[in-house]
Protein backbone atom coordinates (compact mmCIF):
# COMPACT_ATOMS: atom_id res chain seq x y z
CA UNK A 1 0.00 0.00 0.00
CA UNK A 2 2.77 2.50 1.25
CA UNK A 3 4.45 1.49 -2.17
CA UNK A 4 1.58 2.07 -4.35
CA UNK A 5 0.79 5.37 -2.53
CA UNK A 6 4.48 6.56 -3.39
CA UNK A 7 3.91 5.94 -6.90
CA UNK A 8 0.95 7.68 -7.36
CA UNK A 9 2.20 10.94 -5.89
CA UNK A 10 5.66 10.30 -8.24
CA UNK A 11 3.37 10.39 -10.88
CA UNK A 12 1.28 12.98 -9.99
CA UNK A 13 4.33 14.93 -9.64
CA UNK A 14 5.86 13.83 -12.94
CA UNK A 15 2.13 14.99 -14.51
CA UNK A 16 2.14 18.55 -12.78
CA UNK A 17 6.32 18.67 -13.69
CA UNK A 18 5.55 17.99 -17.51
CA UNK A 19 2.23 20.38 -17.57
CA UNK A 20 3.97 23.60 -16.24
CA UNK A 21 6.78 22.44 -19.07
CA UNK A 22 4.55 22.14 -21.20
CA UNK A 23 2.81 25.84 -20.66
CA UNK A 24 6.20 27.36 -19.80
CA UNK A 25 7.47 26.04 -23.62
CA UNK A 26 4.25 27.49 -25.28
CA UNK A 27 4.55 30.97 -23.51
CA UNK A 28 8.12 31.03 -24.91
CA UNK A 29 6.84 30.43 -28.59
CA UNK A 30 4.29 33.03 -28.12
CA UNK A 31 6.53 35.57 -27.37
CA UNK A 32 9.19 34.43 -29.96
CA UNK A 33 6.52 34.64 -32.87
CA UNK A 34 5.31 37.98 -31.63
CA UNK A 35 9.40 39.66 -31.34
CA UNK A 36 10.36 38.24 -34.79
CA UNK A 37 7.29 39.02 -36.90
CA UNK A 38 7.85 42.57 -38.71
CA UNK A 39 5.52 45.12 -38.37
CA UNK A 40 3.28 45.28 -41.77
CA UNK A 41 4.13 49.55 -40.93
CA UNK A 42 8.38 48.39 -40.57
CA UNK A 43 8.00 46.44 -44.22
CA UNK A 44 6.28 49.31 -46.09
CA UNK A 45 8.75 52.00 -44.73
CA UNK A 46 12.21 50.04 -45.21
CA UNK A 47 14.28 49.06 -47.98
CA UNK A 48 15.75 45.89 -48.16
CA UNK A 49 19.71 46.09 -48.42
CA UNK A 50 21.87 43.33 -48.95
CA UNK A 51 25.03 43.83 -47.01
CA UNK A 52 28.23 42.50 -48.27
CA UNK A 53 27.31 42.58 -51.75
CA UNK A 54 28.57 44.57 -54.88
CA UNK A 55 27.79 44.58 -58.45
CA UNK A 56 31.34 42.70 -58.98
CA UNK A 57 30.80 39.95 -56.54
CA UNK A 58 31.16 36.79 -57.96
CA UNK A 59 30.02 34.40 -55.19
CA UNK A 60 27.12 32.65 -56.42
CA UNK A 61 25.69 31.30 -53.03
CA UNK A 62 25.71 35.38 -52.52
CA UNK A 63 24.26 36.31 -55.56
CA UNK A 64 21.40 33.70 -55.09
CA UNK A 65 20.23 35.63 -51.75
CA UNK A 66 20.32 38.58 -53.29
CA UNK A 67 16.63 40.11 -53.65
CA UNK A 68 15.91 39.93 -57.39
CA UNK A 69 16.11 43.44 -59.39
CA UNK A 70 11.65 42.97 -59.68
CA UNK A 71 11.00 42.66 -56.07
CA UNK A 72 13.48 45.88 -55.30
CA UNK A 73 12.08 47.43 -58.02
CA UNK A 74 8.01 46.91 -56.58
CA UNK A 75 9.50 47.53 -52.79
CA UNK A 76 10.40 51.18 -54.38
CA UNK A 77 7.35 51.81 -56.24
CA UNK A 78 5.18 50.81 -53.46
CA UNK A 79 7.24 53.38 -51.48
CA UNK A 80 7.16 56.64 -53.79
CA UNK A 81 2.99 57.31 -53.22
CA UNK A 82 4.02 57.32 -49.80
CA UNK A 83 6.56 60.09 -50.31
CA UNK A 84 4.29 62.03 -52.96
CA UNK A 85 1.89 62.41 -50.31
CA UNK A 86 4.05 63.57 -47.34
CA UNK A 87 2.87 66.46 -46.03
CA UNK A 88 4.91 69.51 -46.92
CA UNK A 89 6.43 71.04 -43.87
CA UNK A 90 4.79 74.19 -42.23
CA UNK A 91 6.52 77.41 -42.30
CA UNK A 92 6.94 78.70 -39.07
CA UNK A 93 5.76 82.40 -37.75
CA UNK A 94 8.46 85.14 -38.45
CA UNK A 95 9.49 83.92 -41.73
CA UNK A 96 10.54 86.38 -44.60
CA UNK A 97 6.79 88.00 -45.25
CA UNK A 98 6.69 89.75 -42.02
CA UNK A 99 9.69 90.75 -42.58
CA UNK A 100 9.44 92.23 -46.31
CA UNK A 101 6.40 93.86 -44.94
CA UNK A 102 8.18 95.73 -41.76
CA UNK A 103 11.07 96.56 -44.20
CA UNK A 104 7.89 98.17 -46.45
CA UNK A 105 6.19 100.07 -43.60
CA UNK A 106 8.55 102.93 -43.20
CA UNK A 107 8.73 103.50 -46.41
CA UNK A 108 5.18 104.01 -46.87
CA UNK A 109 4.69 105.86 -43.50
CA UNK A 110 7.51 108.30 -44.89
CA UNK A 111 5.64 108.83 -48.40
CA UNK A 112 2.18 109.74 -46.43
CA UNK A 113 4.20 111.70 -44.13
CA UNK A 114 5.89 113.74 -47.08
CA UNK A 115 2.10 114.05 -49.08
CA UNK A 116 0.32 115.13 -45.42
CA UNK A 117 3.14 117.88 -45.33
CA UNK A 118 3.14 118.79 -48.76
CA UNK A 119 -0.79 119.16 -48.37
CA UNK A 120 -0.31 121.20 -45.32
CA UNK A 121 2.02 123.60 -46.79
CA UNK A 122 -0.76 123.69 -50.18
CA UNK A 123 -3.72 124.54 -47.94
CA UNK A 124 -1.52 126.84 -45.70
CA UNK A 125 -0.70 129.51 -49.40
CA UNK A 126 -3.93 128.58 -50.53
CA UNK A 127 -5.09 130.47 -46.83
CA UNK A 128 -2.30 133.38 -47.17
CA UNK A 129 -3.12 134.06 -51.08
CA UNK A 130 -6.93 134.43 -50.07
CA UNK A 131 -5.74 136.71 -47.15
CA UNK A 132 -4.17 138.86 -49.36
CA UNK A 133 -6.43 139.51 -51.49
CA UNK A 134 -9.21 140.11 -49.70
CA UNK A 135 -7.22 142.38 -48.05
CA UNK A 136 -6.61 144.07 -51.61
CA UNK A 137 -9.89 144.08 -52.14
CA UNK A 138 -11.02 145.62 -48.53
CA UNK A 139 -8.42 148.43 -49.59
CA UNK A 140 -9.56 148.93 -53.08
CA UNK A 141 -13.34 148.92 -51.49
CA UNK A 142 -12.38 151.84 -49.04
CA UNK A 143 -10.52 154.01 -51.58
CA UNK A 144 -13.30 153.75 -53.60
CA UNK A 145 -16.02 154.95 -50.83
CA UNK A 146 -13.18 157.83 -49.72
CA UNK A 147 -12.91 158.92 -53.21
CA UNK A 148 -17.15 158.92 -53.38
CA UNK A 149 -17.33 160.35 -49.86
CA UNK A 150 -15.24 163.40 -51.36
CA UNK A 151 -16.87 163.28 -54.49
CA UNK A 152 -20.21 163.28 -52.66
CA UNK A 153 -18.85 165.78 -49.88
CA UNK A 154 -17.45 168.39 -53.02
CA UNK A 155 -20.89 168.35 -54.53
CA UNK A 156 -22.81 169.01 -51.15
CA UNK A 157 -20.17 172.00 -50.62
CA UNK A 158 -20.96 173.33 -54.19
CA UNK A 159 -24.52 172.94 -53.87
CA UNK A 160 -24.29 174.85 -50.16
CA UNK A 161 -22.17 177.99 -51.78
CA UNK A 162 -24.48 177.74 -54.68
CA UNK A 163 -27.65 178.08 -52.12
CA UNK A 164 -25.76 180.30 -49.79
CA UNK A 165 -25.11 182.77 -52.60
CA UNK A 166 -28.31 183.07 -53.78
CA UNK A 167 -30.16 183.20 -50.62
CA UNK A 168 -27.66 184.08 -47.44
CA UNK A 169 -26.52 188.17 -46.39
CA UNK A 170 -24.29 189.41 -49.35
CA UNK A 171 -23.09 192.69 -49.73
CA UNK A 172 -26.05 194.53 -51.51
CA UNK A 173 -26.51 197.76 -53.79
CA UNK A 174 -29.25 199.26 -52.47
CA UNK A 175 -29.80 200.98 -49.68
CA UNK A 176 -30.83 199.42 -46.06
CA UNK A 177 -29.97 197.66 -43.15
CA UNK A 178 -30.55 194.49 -44.47
CA UNK A 179 -28.72 192.47 -47.53
CA UNK A 180 -30.13 191.49 -50.63
CA UNK A 181 -30.67 192.97 -54.37
CA UNK A 182 -32.16 196.06 -54.83
CA UNK A 183 -33.91 198.68 -52.06
CA UNK A 184 -35.31 197.43 -48.86
CA UNK A 185 -38.92 198.13 -48.78
CA UNK A 186 -42.37 196.97 -48.48
CA UNK A 187 -44.61 195.89 -50.96
CA UNK A 188 -46.78 199.01 -50.57
CA UNK A 189 -43.78 201.22 -51.14
CA UNK A 190 -41.86 202.38 -54.29
CA UNK A 191 -38.54 201.43 -55.30
CA UNK A 192 -37.03 204.78 -53.75
CA UNK A 193 -37.99 204.75 -50.43
CA UNK A 194 -40.40 202.91 -48.21
CA UNK A 195 -39.58 201.30 -44.10
CA UNK A 196 -36.94 199.55 -43.44
CA UNK A 197 -37.99 196.13 -43.74
CA UNK A 198 -36.95 193.44 -46.10
CA UNK A 199 -36.45 189.97 -47.00
CA UNK A 200 -33.66 188.06 -45.52
CA UNK A 201 -31.30 185.17 -45.67
CA UNK A 202 -31.07 181.64 -45.40
CA UNK A 203 -28.35 178.82 -45.33
CA UNK A 204 -28.59 175.17 -46.30
CA UNK A 205 -26.95 172.23 -45.83
CA UNK A 206 -27.75 168.27 -46.70
CA UNK A 207 -26.42 165.11 -45.92
CA UNK A 208 -28.01 161.89 -46.85
CA UNK A 209 -25.55 159.03 -46.97
CA UNK A 210 -23.92 158.96 -50.53
CA UNK A 211 -26.60 160.50 -51.82
CA UNK A 212 -26.15 163.80 -53.66
CA UNK A 213 -28.92 167.32 -53.30
CA UNK A 214 -30.65 167.66 -56.46
CA UNK A 215 -32.26 170.29 -55.48
CA UNK A 216 -33.02 172.01 -52.14
CA UNK A 217 -35.65 173.99 -51.38
CA UNK A 218 -35.39 177.31 -49.59
CA UNK A 219 -37.73 177.83 -46.63
CA UNK A 220 -40.51 180.26 -47.32
CA UNK A 221 -41.33 182.26 -43.85
CA UNK A 222 -42.75 185.73 -42.86
CA UNK A 223 -40.63 186.30 -39.41
CA UNK A 224 -38.59 189.32 -39.94
CA UNK A 225 -37.71 189.16 -35.96
CA UNK A 226 -36.34 185.71 -35.43
CA UNK A 227 -33.20 184.02 -36.65
CA UNK A 228 -31.71 180.32 -35.99
CA UNK A 229 -30.69 177.37 -36.90
CA UNK A 230 -33.12 174.48 -37.49
CA UNK A 231 -31.92 170.72 -38.00
CA UNK A 232 -34.74 168.66 -39.88
CA UNK A 233 -34.25 164.83 -40.22
CA UNK A 234 -35.47 163.26 -43.13
CA UNK A 235 -35.58 160.15 -44.81
CA UNK A 236 -35.11 159.60 -48.33
CA UNK A 237 -36.84 156.80 -50.73
CA UNK A 238 -34.93 154.89 -53.34
CA UNK A 239 -36.20 157.55 -55.83
CA UNK A 240 -34.39 160.24 -53.66
CA UNK A 241 -37.51 161.67 -52.73
CA UNK A 242 -38.40 162.54 -49.12
CA UNK A 243 -40.87 160.72 -47.33
CA UNK A 244 -40.24 161.81 -44.02
CA UNK A 245 -39.55 165.22 -41.86
CA UNK A 246 -39.11 165.90 -38.81
CA UNK A 247 -37.10 168.56 -36.43
CA UNK A 248 -33.99 167.48 -35.19
CA UNK A 249 -32.65 170.19 -33.46
CA UNK A 250 -33.25 173.69 -33.36
CA UNK A 251 -31.55 177.04 -31.90
CA UNK A 252 -34.94 178.94 -32.39
CA UNK A 253 -38.52 178.23 -30.47
CA UNK A 254 -39.84 180.41 -33.86
CA UNK A 255 -42.44 178.37 -35.21
CA UNK A 256 -43.00 180.06 -38.43
CA UNK A 257 -39.14 178.98 -38.88
CA UNK A 258 -39.02 175.56 -37.71
CA UNK A 259 -42.39 175.05 -40.22
CA UNK A 260 -40.65 177.06 -42.78
CA UNK A 261 -37.82 174.07 -42.72
CA UNK A 262 -40.00 170.88 -42.52
CA UNK A 263 -41.86 172.05 -45.54
CA UNK A 264 -38.96 173.34 -47.87
CA UNK A 265 -37.09 169.85 -46.28
CA UNK A 266 -40.31 167.96 -47.71
CA UNK A 267 -39.76 169.50 -51.36
CA UNK A 268 -36.09 168.93 -52.01
CA UNK A 269 -35.01 165.92 -53.73
CA UNK A 270 -31.83 163.66 -53.89
CA UNK A 271 -29.89 161.79 -56.13
CA UNK A 272 -31.32 157.81 -56.65
CA UNK A 273 -30.14 155.01 -54.76
CA UNK A 274 -30.62 151.58 -54.27
CA UNK A 275 -30.71 152.29 -50.98
CA UNK A 276 -34.46 152.57 -50.22
CA UNK A 277 -35.10 154.92 -47.15
CA UNK A 278 -32.14 156.49 -46.43
CA UNK A 279 -31.59 158.73 -43.63
CA UNK A 280 -30.09 162.20 -43.39
CA UNK A 281 -29.97 165.64 -42.27
CA UNK A 282 -31.13 168.93 -43.95
CA UNK A 283 -29.76 172.34 -41.86
CA UNK A 284 -31.25 175.69 -42.52
CA UNK A 285 -29.10 178.58 -41.16
CA UNK A 286 -32.51 181.81 -40.72
CA UNK A 287 -30.40 184.98 -40.34
CA UNK A 288 -32.50 188.20 -39.24
CA UNK A 289 -34.21 189.96 -41.77
Known amino acids: ?35 SEPEKDELEDGIPVMLGNVPDAGDAQEGNNMT ?37 EPSVNLEEKKRQEEEKKRQEEER ?28 AAAANKKVTGAFGKTGGTGRGETSGEGVQGVSTGNSNSGAKSGVGGTGVNAVVGSRTPKFLQVPEYKDPTSEGTVVVAIVVNSRGVVTSATIKSSTTTSSLLRNAAIAAARRSTFSASDNNNESGTITYRFKLR
Open 1 to 35: MVEDNNRKDKLKAAAVTVVVHAVLVAFLAFLTLQV
Open 68 to 104: PPEAENSSVEEQIPEEEHAPEPVPEKGTKEPLITQDK
Open 128 to 155: RRKEEAERKRQEEARKRAEEERRKIEAA
